[in-house]
């Protein structure tokens, strides 16, 4: 059959997008790369973007192409009309191609220049590898990039080829195969012989090398000479081609001219020095592998290098490489075949499989097989331009048609171009000069006028129904049928190009159909009296034909028709055959294509929305039927569509009895009697085929029953065979694997939307019966698919940060959901209430503030989460009004004579400013890690305001006077302490603070503001990206407060990991450490202190027997020429270093531990021998450096050697320790120990004994020894009988037991908010507060009065704060009012209450930001390292003032950092995306002081400590449940952006139910009466027709209903039905009780919670009212019975609910609904008089009409209906039964037993027909 000829779809001039770029982006290129640009066109696939769409779902659409343009050093990456990426480099492109690299499926973008290779994966981090040698090309592998480089001395080889004929000759090489082992999936081995170079040969350079990962050096390939290695040395083989799909490579030798084809291969490396005949087997993955080239095929004759090579597919699905060799113009093609052997592929050259075209360009193209892959590849053709200048479509080698330009074209060309008198010359030079840029169906043609289009081979898609049949034919039919059917698809019926202009958009199915309608009538003989002149086209053809006048009066009320044709007198098509003519192929087409087509036939049936499209099939099925005499096919078309009965007619002879696959019934036997008792034959070859796409619907609602009623499954298949992919995830019912598979199948909700309403109602309970509490592991799809949309997207959120995000993107996501639902993806947390609250509420509350607004640092802490956790209360504003230090402050002056009013001021100025200066301290907690900054921007930090303001002269501004004091000292640290707060805002790893920021942030000159800031960011995490040069820099400018920042930021940031180079870092500033050779260095003690703690932080944990060695000398050290007062600050610094070193490890390290207690506890001042060990510790040290003389001065070293004892033994309740620091038991030793050491001791016991710590009085009274309770007993007794008592002694001890006791209790329950630690602290505290100054009544004689007789103030004051600090320490981050309103009235005390001291500010400070921890969002950890770091930062030795660093240096105190979490919860309504109260059961296991205990708090909360929590719960009635299950673990809580985080970075997603109200609308809930409200506004009591009219207050108000319905719920479905079903214009008597109707179903949904169920009850109601109303009118627009087959469906599944076959407590669709849905059908075919007629004509004929007696077309949908809803066989199937019951029945006996047994899908009152029609009186004569 000659090739037809069609016309190119032009899609318009092309042009590189990349040049409008240029244009719009005002870059004029270079003048040296002015007219020198490259670009190419490639899939979005190429670059990993690949459509998630199935085949079924895919859009008939043009593919959207990316282009690559290259100009000079630039890339720009588009789409269409729409850049995508930018790429500019630092030397010019040589070459540019998209490449696999990694273990990964990321794909990445390789750009080669001259001496290096610059690599971009998708997200734009770039990989630059420098060359080593000049590489000239670079080629995409499947599993790396291969770079081809030039020789370095070019060999003079000048070889001479000389061939016998000027065709190519080829000369294909197949080797013998070897057995392979195994190895992984999808990767290519080689069964070669080992043969490789070794080191001493590595002189050899390769001429290609392979880069496999970018983060790796490229590496040598080899080539497989006769079973042997050899490194891949030969330059003269040039690549002109590689796959990025398929491992192989073409290459062309020019000395030799030859062709070749390489396979290329991964083997495993020989272990060096192992031969290949040792027998010694590596394992896999132990050795790297190695890339192997096998030549596979090689030709030679060729004197120039093939212009293009592609890969194609043949007629026969192979795989070939095809070979465009100019200078021959020809197109050599090359069969390819692959052997899978244990999961490992092997390529070879497929015999007997070239053939050559002729050929001046070609391209493959995808246009035959728009939808087919053979396997990775997609099955191309090939497009080819002749010699003769000819466009021809190729499927292999068989030629299907020719293209030609549009005539339109020309006319285009001609009126922009040229003068009308030229148009007939142009039109007849208009040639196609070449193809290029082929993507898809989309390729560049070039004419000779120097212009190129972009043009599409298969136009635009105007059927769908044709390409899915085309498909069908595709997958099912052989190969040799399918190409007779590709010659008459693409034949002579396209010959007339103009007709596809002026036919209709139904072009393409019309055309389809005229193939086998044309095969029919070729094949039926024809009258005399019909023979005429044969149409001049086969469209033609088609409009004469009796079929289009047929086909156009059935459809004439329904669709327009397309031609207004005479339709009266028009007969059935011919039905006579000759029965003994042999058809041949033509004939054998016919019948596999019906069984095809039926596939596609069933599988629209499960699409409503494409009914037309099953109807237009069926009426070509029915012809096809009719024409094959397959009598049942027909009947089975005709019971679906009844109408065609009386165009089609009947066969007259039936050829066989084959029973045609019906998807319904197999779905209805599902139902009834399970998926194991169903026959597979029920169901088309196709829907069962694997890897069929075109019947994937069909194939997934077959696969998800099978799984809902007991399939499971065994690999990607079931057990019965049936292909299905589960998504992974734990499932204990078949309900859940049911969704699991809708999951995995990527079956949505809008899908699930398109299903037959009774198909879709199993399939919607198994969601329905899963969505309450799902398995926590199922995907995110899982969850959307079930409504649980707040399940989904806190699975989104964690998936994010994994590598598997690209498997779970948005759009995945959105594909699962429906339509009306896409607002809720993705959900954005507004980060604060700008857009709903005002800030006018935010704003500082003073009315005498200038700028109430001022950037003080704290103008963040508004946002959503915190209003909502702090509710309309103003304890924020409160905080930030005391803790802002960045405004004058207020200072009140009173006249006094004796004093002029400036020195007053300057007074309360001074003191106020220390006040001020504390404050940085406690914001830095209350803001810590509450902003995410942008690196663009430089960082701010709020001003340190030590001035003040008069508000009685009009604000004046007062500053401190430099004669009178020293600012400069008062400011040097609150400024370093300003910055470290303004640091510490930074939320941590939020994300990437890279080295440029911090340096861009670096100012000229050293400052406190930035050490301040290093601190910050080092505390956070962030100097680990300073590299040493960075580090050196700043330690060489030689800033005091920069080295201490920098010193104890790195140590946070590198905590615990003894990084060398750090380590050196930190050791240099301590003079001790060096050897007695090195010159000393004058550095200050400050920084040795801030020095050892670096090193303790850095050292964490380790127990590292050197360092912990040199810090124990180091608390003994002398003082030798150092500041003496910083002495005890030193030797505490050491301390605390020793005791992180071996922190909570003193019973476990290796037997040295008995030396360093015993010096330890000299240290303290016990009495204990030196030991013997002790002078290891000192060989490379002088003595004098560790001890003052023969002894230590104990003054000095006790604070240390106690903490350094405290973190050692921390938690291991060690009684050896805890008896050696014990409390002075008698008067005498209560003397001799210092009373601040005794509280030390207090505190280091506790934290030995941790488990003994409990928070009751009793406990703390067990801490004060019995003499000291026995004396301040009788304090208030006569005092005489005390005289030898030194009783301010017995005072100063108590009051320091007391205090290191509660210091203990803040530590056990940091951040716990316990309660009895609450209440005993707040005692305590107002205890002491009323012993300094009577502030408060006090109930009860427990604590002992007057101690402020024998204790000085200073004392009480010391102990009172640090009890508060202790407070706050427990309460952090719960914002408790209480505890606010003490430490506001302790911040309120005069000068004359001790308010003028630093330390005591300090502590006021930090208690309030302890109390707002992070604002409120922060809290404590109890872990070893924490309780640690607070111990440090809590030290109890307060300040005197802002540059006291002597006893405690004051930047420890912001270490607390180092102990907090972010065990903040917030729960967001998935619906709205704003945070909302929601309660929550938490359960923390059973310890020592509880039993496992469960309690409820209420959203925004914070959660317990890791080690304690089981389990968190969403409760209430509100939201549905959801519950998080943990396993208790020692370990600190989740980082920010961990993947393991259950909590999403503290976030839980909740889903409000329908019905309920939110609780900040509805706090008491008695807005939720949902039925109550429901029945009130809808009255459905009284909505009958005449109550709406005779009283009109009964009238519905629609405002109110769809008002409350919002409410209510945000379904859009919900609320959009609520004003459509109460629209007033339905208030008339006919619509009445379908408004009636609507109401109750609105309220049904509402209540229950299952939207979705509206489109199932209305589909189903309205299917009985349409079926009613066909008895009434004659006009119904009734066509098809598809719906009886959804009805009965739908009441199999309410069989299978109430026998239990679904396990669940009821169907979700009302029983009775249903059952009233049954009985009013059945009464409907009762109603009907002709149908017993008609059922007994079908039943003894066959026939649905009786052509002699005209019947109404609802007569014929009546039968139809009775037809399937009685499930009565086919007219042949009754014969063939009645056939055997006859011979066998005895007179005046019933058939209907035997006929029961013989139709057992038959009802009864059918079979009672049968019985009547065959067997009765007239039956038997018959």
């Known amino acids: 059959m000659p090739p037809g000829v069609r016309e190119l779809t032009v899609l318009g001039e092309f042009k590189p997008f990349g040049l409008i770029v240029e244009v719009t982006d005002g870059e004029l290129p270079n003048e040296k790369f002015s007219d020198v640009y490259q670009y190419f066109l490639f899939d979005p696939e190429v670059a990993g973007e690949r459509d998630e769409a199935d085949g079924e779902e895919a859009e008939f659409t043009m593919p959207r192409e990316h282009e690559l343009f290259i100009r000079g050093n630039r890339i720009i990456w588009s789409s269409v009309s729409r850049v995508l990426k930018r790429f500019t480099l630092p030397s010019a492109v040589i070459k540019a191609c998209w490449s696999h690299l990694g273990d990964g499926s990321e794909t990445f973008l390789c750009v080669l220049q001259i001496g290096c290779l610059t690599i971009y994966n998708i997200s734009g981090e770039v990989v630059s590898l420098p060359l080593p040698r000049t590489v000239t090309s670079i080629w995409p592998l499947p599993f790396g990039l291969l770079l081809q480089q030039v020789c370095e001395v070019n060999p003079s080889l000048n070889v001479q080829f000389s061939s016998s004929s000027p065709v190519l000759g080829s ?130 004759g060729a004197k120039k290098a093939a212009s293009k090579v592609f890969l194609a597919s043949d007629g026969d699905a192979v795989p070939v490489i095809c070979f465009l060799i100019l200078e021959q113009k020809k197109l050599l093609s090359v069969g390819l075949q692959t052997v899978e052997i244990n999961n490992e592929f092997l390529f070879d050259v497929k015999p007997d499989v070239t053939w050559t075209i002729p050929a001046v360009a070609a391209a493959p193209i995808v246009v035959t097989h728009p939808r087919v892959k053979l396997g990775l590849l997609p099955h191309s053709d090939i497009i080819v331009l002749s010699p003769e200048n000819d466009l021809l479509l190729y499927s292999g080698k068989q030629c299907l048609c020719k293209y030609v330009l549009p005539s339109c074209l020309w006319e285009s060309l001609v009126s922009h171009n040229w003068e009308s008198a030229e148009i007939s010359s142009v039109s007849q030079d208009l040639k196609i000069t070449g193809l290029s840029d082929a993507v898809g169906g989309c390729v560049n043609v070039s004419v000779n006028h120097s212009q190129i289009f972009r043009c599409a081979l298969t136009g635009g ?48 199915w019309d055309a389809l159909s005229n193939i086998f309608l044309g095969i029919c009538q070729k094949s039926r003989p024809i009258h005399q009296d019909q023979s005429r002149a044969s149409p001049s086209s086969s469209w033609e053809f088609l409009l004469s034909s009796k079929f289009h006048k047929t086909y156009s009066r059935l459809h004439s009320g329904m669709i327009c028709s397309r031609d207004p044709l005479d339709l009266e007198g028009i007969v059935p098509l011919g039905s006579e055959i000759g029965g003994g003519e042999t058809l041949g192929k033509p004939f054998e087409l016919l019948m596999e294509s019906l069984y095809h087509l039926h596939a596609v036939y069933e599988s629209l049936k499960m699409d409503n929305l494409r009914k037309q499209d099953l109807h237009n099939l069926a009426v070509l099925l029915c012809s096809i039927a009719k024409f094959l005499d397959e009598k049942c096919y027909l009947d089975h078309y005709l019971r679906d569509f009844p109408g065609l009965s009386k165009v089609i007619g009947s066969c007259t002879t039936t050829s066989s009895d084959r029973k045609p696959p019906s998807l319904f019934r197999w779905l209805e036997k599902c139902l009834r009697h399970g998926c194991f008792s169903t026959n597979l034959d029920d169901l088309p070859n196709l829907v069962c085929k694997n890897g ?108 994010s940060t994994s590598k598997e995000f690209g498997m779970q993107t948005n759009m995945n996501i959105i594909s699962m959901s429906t339509p009306y639902m896409l607002h809720l993806h993705p959900v954005i947390v507004p980060s604060s209430l700008s857009d709903s609250t005002s800030f006018e509420s935010t704003k500082i509350e003073d009315t005498d503030s200038m700028d109430g607004s001022l950037i003080d640092g704290m103008e963040h802490i508004f946002n959503s989460c915190t209003q909502l956790r702090y509710g309309r209360d103003l304890r924020l504003n409160e905080v930030r009004r005391l803790l802002c230090s960045s405004r004058p402050v207020v200072i009140q002056t009173s006249a006094n004579p004796s004093v002029s009013d400036q020195e007053q001021q300057q007074d309360q100025l001074w003191c106020i400013a220390q006040r001020t200066a504390a404050l940085p301290i406690g914001r830095g907690a209350f803001t810590l890690s509450t902003i995410h900054t942008l690196l663009t921007e430089a960082f701010t930090v709020p001003k340190l305001v030590l001035a003040g303001r008069l508000p009685a002269q009009q604000n004046a501004i007062v500053n401190l006077d430099p004669n009178i004091r020293s600012i400069q000292e008062l400011k040097t640290w609150p400024e370093f302490h300003n910055a470290v707060a303004a640091g510490l805002r930074l939320a941590p790893l939020q994300g990437k603070v890279s080295r440029t920021w911090i340096i861009y942030n670096k100012p000229g000159e050293p400052n406190a503001v930035h050490s301040g800031l290093l601190f910050a960011l080092g505390l956070q995490g962030y100097l680990h990206v300073l590299n040493l040069s960075d580090i050196y820099q700043y330690f060489t400018q030689d800033h005091e407060s920069t080295t201490v920042g920098l010193m104890l930021g790195l140590a946070a940031s590198y905590r615990g990991t003894m990084q060398p180079d750090i380590g050196k870092a930190l050791f240099f500033h301590l003079p001790a450490r060096y050897q007695a050779s090195y010159a000393e260095f004058e550095i200050p003690t400050l920084l040795q202190s801030a020095a050892l703690v670096s090193v303790g932080i850095l050292f964490e944990g380790s127990a590292h027997l050197q360092t912990m060695q040199f810090l124990l000398g180091e608390i003994g050290r002398r003082s ?46 016990g009495k204990e021998e030196i030991s013997l060990l002790t002078a290891s510790i000192e060989d490379n040290r002088s003595t004098a450096q560790i001890a003052d003389g023969s002894s230590s001065n104990v003054d000095v070293t006790a604070p240390g050697a106690i903490m350094a004892l405290a973190l050692m033994y921390l938690k291991t309740e060690s009684e050896v320790i805890f008896s050696k620091l014990s409390i002075p038991q008698t008067h005498y030793d209560l003397q001799c120990v210092r009373p601040d050491f005794i509280m030390l001791r207090v505190i280091a016991q506790n934290l030995i004994m941790w488990n003994r710590v409990y928070a009751t009085n009793d406990w703390i009274d067990s801490q004060v020894p019995e003499i000291v309770r026995n004396g301040i007993k009788y304090l208030k007794d006569d005092m005489d009988d005390m005289e030898e008592v030194d009783v301010e002694a017995l005072v100063q001890a108590y009051v320091n037991i007391v205090a290191g006791a509660c210091i203990s209790l803040g530590l056990r329950f940091a951040g716990t908010r316990d309660g009895n630690a609450r209440e005993l602290l707040s005692n305590y505290a107002l205890y002491l507060l009323n012993e300094i100054k009577p502030v408060s009544a006090t109930t009860g004689d427990r604590f002992p009065r007057g101690l402020s007789k024998y204790v000085d103030r200073g004392t009480l004051e010391m102990c009172l704060y640090l009890i508060i600090l202790s407070l706050s320490v427990v309460m952090a981050g719960s914002g408790d009012l209480q505890i606010f309103r003490l430490l506001r009235f302790l911040r309120s005390r005069n000068s004359a209450d001790g308010h003028a001291n630093y330390g005591i500010q300090m502590a006021v400070s930090l208690a309030t930001g302890f109390l707002f921890l992070g604002g409120g969002m922060r809290t404590f950890s109890t872990t070893n390292g924490s309780i640690a770091m607070l111990l440090i930062a809590l030290y109890p030795r307060l300040p005197s003032g802002p540059n006291d660093n002597r006893c405690h240096l004051q930047a420890f105190r912001h270490l607390y950092v180092l102990a907090t979490e972010a065990r903040w919860l917030q729960t ?72 393991n985080d259950p909590f999403n970075s503290g976030v839980i997603y909740v889903k409000r139910k329908v019905g ?68 007033n214009s339905w208030n008339d008597r006919s619509d009445s009780n379908f408004k009636e109707f609507c109401l109750q179903v609105l309220f049904e949904c509402v209540s229950k919670d299952r939207p979705a169920l509206l489109q199932v009850y209305l589909s189903l109601y309205t299917t009985i009212a349409s079926m009613a109303e066909l008895l009434v009118k004659s006009d119904c627009a009734i066509w098809d019975s598809l719906s009886i087959s959804s009805l009965k469906v739908a009441l199999a599944y309410n069989e299978a609910v109430s026998r239990g076959r679904l396990s669940a407590s009821g169907g979700i669709v009302q029983s009775i609904f249903l059952a009233s849905l049954k009985k009013r059908f059945e009464e409907i075919l009762n109603c009907s008089g002709q149908l017993k007629t008609d059922l007994t004509n079908y039943l003894s004929s066959g026939l649905w009409i009786d052509h002699n007696k005209p019947r109404e077309h609802k007569d014929i949908i009546l039968l139809s209906w009775y037809l399937k809803w009685y499930g009565v066989p086919s007219p042949s199937a009754i014969k063939t039964a009645v056939e055997k019951i006859r011979p066998k029945l005895k007179p005046s006996t019933s058939a209907v037993p035997l006929l029961r047994l013989l139709l057992p899908s038959t009802h009864i009152d059918a079979i009672s027909e049968i019985d009547r029609v065959f067997f009765s009186n007239s039956g038997r004569e018959r």
């Open 171 to 300: 000369r294909e090489m197949l080797r013998q195969r070897k057995d392979i082992g195994k190895s992984s999936p999808q990767i290519f081995h080689s069964p070669v012989t080992y043969d490789l170079i070794s080191k001493g040969d590595m002189s050899y350079t390769s001429s290609h090398l392979i880069l496999r990962d970018p983060l790796e050096e490229p590496g040598l390939t080899y080539q497989e000479e006769r079973g042997k290695l050899n490194i891949m040395k030969d330059y003269d083989e040039r690549t002109i081609w590689t796959s990025g799909h398929l491992p192989l490579i073409a290459s062309y030798n020019k000395g030799k001219m030859q062709h070749s084809v390489w396979a290329v291969e991964l083997i495993n490396s020989s272990p060096e020095g192992c031969g290949s005949s040792s027998g010694y087997v590596v394992p896999d993955g132990v050795l790297p592998k190695r890339v192997s080239f096998r030549r596979i095929w090689q030709a030679k």
């Open 461 to 508: 898609p105007s059927s769908s129904l044709a390409n899915d049949c085309i498909a069908a034919i595709s997958e099912g039919l052989r190969s040799d049928l399918y190409n007779y059917f590709l010659s008459l698809l693409w034949g002579d019926s396209y010959s007339d190009p103009s007709s596809q202009r002026d036919s209709s958009i139904h072009f393409e």
């Open 692 to 799: 069929s796409s075109i019947v994937n619907r069909a194939r997934k609602i077959v696969s998800f029953y099978s799984v809902l009623f007991g399939d499971k499954p065994v690999g990607k298949t079931l057990s019965s065979g049936l292909p299905c992919h589960i998504a992974p995830g734990s499932y204990s019912s078949s309900e859940e694997l049911t969704v699991l598979a809708m999951a995995g199948e990527r079956f949505g909700l809008q899908q699930l939307d398109t299903l037959p309403s009774g198909v879709s109602l199993p399939l919607r309970h198994a969601l329905d019966s899963c969505r309450e509490s799902p398995p926590i592991d199922w995907p995110a799809t899982a969850y959307v698919l079930l409504g649980r949309e707040d399940l989904a997207l806190s699975f989104f959120t964690r998936l």
């Open 1120 to 1165: 030798a020429g150092d500041n003496v007062l910083e002495r005890e600050g030193y030797a505490v610094s050491a301390g605390f270093s020793l005791g992180l070193v071996a922190l909570g490890r003193g019973e476990d390290t290796l037997g040295f531990m008995e030396t360093f207690v015993n010096r330890l506890l000299q240290y303290i001042g």
């Open 1468 to 1539: 967001i309504d998935v619906d709205t995306g704003l945070p909302v109260y929601a309660p929550l059961e938490v359960t923390i296991k059973e310890t020592e002081l509880y039993s496992e205990t469960r309690f409820c708090e209420v959203t925004p909360c914070i959660l317990p400590e890791r080690a304690i929590l089981k389990r968190i719960r969403v409760c209430g009635p509100r939201y549905w449940p959801q519950q998080v299950e943990l396993i208790p673990e020692e370990k600190p809580w989740w980082s920010s952006g961990d993947r």
């Open 1556 to 1623: 309920a109200c939110s609780y900040v609308e509805d706090p008491v809930g008695c807005q939720s009466l949902l039925s109550r409200a429901m029945h009130k506004v809808f009255g459905l009591k009284s909505l009958s027709a005449s109550d709406l009219h005779v009283n009109g207050q009964r009238e519905l108000n629609s405002d109110s209903v769809d008002q409350l319905v919002s409410t209510f719920s945000s379904d859009p479905s919900i609320i959009a039905f609520a004003q459509l079903c109460c629209d």
